[in-house]
């Protein structure tokens, strides 16, 4: 028997993967075979309990394309994809797990470079790779290297992070949107452009903590990847049953950065990045927690108790629009 509103003709598509409203639409059909009150957050990590201590646990899975690009490669991708989602849960990293899936053909020495990739960001994030596994798959069915990681770690921040945003809130962010995105879509289609873009792929679970330490009244943090910022703000009122205010003037994006998604007709608020997160601060500790988070961070808007549910932007030239969660991905395979 077909559920109502589903058809037997229904198949995944790339949309299905972006970040963006579809993919939100999959998770929640497939969580409900799995329904539980951990599950139910939707966090970027699951909060478990095992005797007294609070952990952090996440998986995510890996298939950028190309592998290597400039600022970094689907190794380093990796390790700092699930140390960042694990900070956003206030978690301290310590331990991931490694799973390749390696297509028929791939260079021995390609796969020794992500490995020495791996190990250097691992270093760099003070985690410890302590289990894994290996499969090959035929030619043609990998697209030569797919990677998937968990993690896990203690739970230091005394609050709960990431179950709701307040209304007062001011929302903070740690530096330029869109970097990660530009940077693979230059890498994939050797434009011939000049400028100097880098992806933002790095851990974020110093930063945290140094915002952790400011303030006891931090009530959401993300990290801003598949989607972009617009989606990010999406997933937390969608989270949190509030509104969301930001203004484009506040919003960083390099110079370089605007230009090229001006030439190419691309909204950087739905690009992905790879080391920016969100704070959702109460207004009172913005200033100080600003300060923890870097000298490129800014103040982009405020959580509201109004049109719940949405986020709203107040554009340049002061007509409002409403932003929501991104439908068509601008750019496919990038995290």
């Known amino acids: 028997m077909v559920r109502e509103g589903r058809t037997r003709g229904e198949r995944i598509t790339l949309a ?28 970027d990590a699951a909060e478990v309990r095992v005797g007294g201590a609070r952990l952090a646990f996440t998986t995510d899975s890996y298939v950028v394309d ?10 380093s991708l990796a390790v700092f994809g699930t140390v960042n989602d694990l900070a956003m849960k206030g978690a301290r990293p310590l331990f991931l797990s490694l799973g390749l899936i390696c297509e028929e053909g791939l260079p021995m020495l390609l796969l020794d470079r992500v490995a020495r990739s791996i190990k250097k960001a691992a270093r760099r994030a003070g ?86 330490a400011r303030s006891k009244r931090i009530h959401f943090l993300r990290d801003v990847t598949r989607g972009g ?69 800014r103040v982009i808007g405020r959580v509201v108790g109004g049109h719940r549910g949405e986020v709203h932007l107040l554009t340049r030239v002061g007509v409002g629009r409403l932003l929501p969660m991104l439908e068509q991905d601008q750019l496919p395979r990038i995290c």
């Not at 921040?157 to 990660?180: C, F, K, T, W």
Request: aromatic fraction near 6%; charge should be positive; proline fraction near 6%.
């Open 127 to 212: 985690v410890r790779i302590v289990t894994g596994d290996i499969k090959v798959v035929e030619k043609g069915a990998a697209q030569k290297l797919f990677i998937n990681t968990s993690g896990i770690g203690p739970i230091t921040y005394a609050g709960r992070l990431g179950v709701r945003a307040h209304p007062g809130d001011v929302l903070l962010i740690n530096g330029g949107i869109a970097e990660h995105g530009m940077a693979i879509f230059q890498a994939r289609n050797k434009m011939g452009f000049l400028a100097d873009i880098k992806s933002d792929c790095a851990p974020l679970d110093g930063a945290v903590r140094r915002c952790l």
């Open 66 to 75: 190309p592998l290597f690009f400039p600022g970094g490669d689907i190794g």
């Open 229 to 297: 910022l617009a989606t990010t703000l999406n997933e937390i009122v969608r989270v949190s049953a509030v509104g969301v205010e930001i203004r484009e003037k506040d919003i960083p994006v390099r110079p370089a950065v605007k230009k090229m998604c001006d030439v190419l007709g691309f909204d950087p608020l739905y690009l992905p990045s790879e080391g920016r997160f969100v704070c959702c601060v109460d207004g009172r500790d913005g200033g100080s927690v600003k300060a923890a988070m870097g000298p490129r961070a």
């Open 16 to 43: 299905h993967g972006n970040g963006g409203r579809l993919m939100h639409a999959l998770v929640d059909r497939l969580a409900a075979h799995f329904t539980n009150p951990i599950l139910e957050e939707r966090a």
